[in-house]
């Protein structure tokens, strides 16, 4: 057993259903009802119980509640104890943001962060996935949000967000090619996509690429180096008519009428976060950061 997968299992017990968990973890419900899947297949017993109502703790899952609930305290208790030796554990925690991160990540991770590590403050920079591994490796950020996973042995990595990117489109072009389901990306030929600049996340920027291409989708000229796409700036090219954006379904930005988010059928474009640190690090409160963060399912 990890300890996600305990802290998803007292979340779903606590809330009365997946749904709600899932929403309170930030995950899917389908990676959720996994993660309890495994968990009741390496215990070897049923641990909760489905109904039209919700979900409820089988006499195993009570069980299973109280001691995860005592082993999650512990190990908290342990990592508060063991700062009290370290001078790493104090001071300031370097944290690299990308643009549009989903707005409701970092607030539980912060809160546990403080909680287990009330003497750390956290100081975020916003930066793209290339200046956050320049820093990483210049010993100036402890820990950075990537669009990408670095390879070799110089950094550890972790899946902390998955988004299936949508569509951002004036709303009277939404309204001509939408169905029910969404848009399909092929439709957005004759379009020109709102980039951003390769320098900034190479591997991320040529996926993206290949599967619009892949679609008949024109990529268009590309996007100036060193200028980040500002949602003011999406919004008001998007408008216009003759382009297009992607954006995630919870993007924080508020949508004037003439523009519209639609999904894309079928899901192609699908952008993941990584927190990654320095395989070397030996931070306490790094690791706590970490493990808040961490959304079970994410692949």
Not at 46 to 67: F, H, N, Y
Not at 69 to 87: E, F, I, N
Not at 157 to 176: C, D, K, N, T
Request: charged share 20%; with cysteine.
């Amino acid at each position: 057993m990890e300890l996600r997968e305990l802290r998803a299992f007292v979340a779903v017990v606590e809330d009365g259903g997946l749904s709600a968990a899932a929403r309170r973890l930030h995950l899917s419900q389908p990676a959720l009802s996994q993660t309890i899947a495994t968990l009741e297949r390496q215990l070897g017993v049923k641990l909760l119980v489905r109904s039209s109502t919700g979900v409820s703790p089988t006499e195993a899952g009570t069980t299973l509640v109280a001691e995860a609930r005592a082993v999650l305290a512990r190990h908290d208790q342990a990592l508060r104890t063991m700062a009290a030796y370290s001078t790493e554990g104090a001071g300031v925690l370097r944290l690299g943001i990308p643009l549009e991160l989903p707005s409701d990540l970092l607030g539980p991770a912060l809160d546990r962060l403080a909680a287990v590590c009330p003497e750390t403050r956290v100081q975020a920079r916003h930066l793209p996935t290339a200046a956050q591994l320049a820093a990483l490796r210049a010993g100036e950020l402890d820990v950075g949000l990537l669009r990408e996973r670095p390879g070799g042995p110089e950094f550890d990595a972790m899946p902390v967000v998955r988004e299936s990117l949508g569509v951002l489109l004036s709303a009277e072009q939404a309204a001509e090619i939408s169905g029910p389901d969404g848009i399909r990306l092929e439709a957005l030929g004759g379009l020109e996509w709102l980039s951003f600049p390769r320098s900034g996340s190479p591997a991320w920027y040529d996926e993206v690429v290949a599967i619009l291409r892949s679609h008949g989708v024109d990529i268009g000229p590309p996007a100036p180096e060193g200028q980040a796409l500002i949602a003011e700036v999406k919004l008001a090219a998007v408008a216009a008519g003759k382009a297009f954006a992607l954006a995630p379904p919870n993007w924080a930005q508020a949508l004037p009428d003439s523009v519209s988010w639609s999904a894309l059928i079928g899901s192609p474009l699908v952008r993941r976060t990584w927190a990654v640190w320095p395989a070397a690090s030996r931070r306490r409160d790094l690791a706590n950061f970490i493990a808040g963060l961490e959304e079970p399912g994410v692949s």
